[in-house]
């Protein structure tokens, strides 16, 4: 059965950057299509960014456009975010999601595999 942990979170300075990255073990990640989530304090969790599982089509939301990238290395079984130009509203616990559906989507209910997440502060 998949299983998938997040690492790459930590304390950055607003402008800078950070790579999140979403490890799976038990089945390939290759499989699935995944997604970054975030939970900031007081707000509700949001979807961040998508990768589709057989043609690697990729979107961000609005708010991290320009500034987050999703990739997909299958050799390492790994999906990362890259994220740039972090600011503080960036600050959240961040979730990877992998869901057995085509194509690409934010909505939580498509992932059935869910990390414990990790934790980003961006401050200075």
């Known amino acids: 059965q998949l299983q998938i942990v997040e690492s790459g979170g930590g304390l950055v300075q607003p402008g800078g950057s950070l790579r999140l990255a979403c490890t799976a073990s038990?089945?390939?990640?290759?499989?699935?299509?995944v997604g970054w989530f975030r939970r900031a304090p007081g707000k509700e969790r949001e979807g961040v960014s998508s990768i589709s599982h057989t043609t690697d089509y990729t979107d961000v939301t609005g708010p991290v456009r320009g500034r987050f990238t999703i990739s997909r290395d299958r050799a390492k079984n790994t999906v990362y975010l890259q994220m740039n130009n972090l600011q503080p509203e960036d600050t959240a616990v961040y979730y990877c999601?992998?869901?057995?559906?085509?194509?690409?989507?934010?909505?939580?209910?498509?992932?059935?595999?869910w990390g414990q997440g990790t934790q980003v502060t961006v401050s200075s």
């Open positions: 038990g089945s390939r990640l290759n499989y699935y299509s």
């Open positions: 999601a992998a869901g057995e559906f085509l194509g690409l989507s934010f909505a939580p209910g498509h992932y059935n595999i």
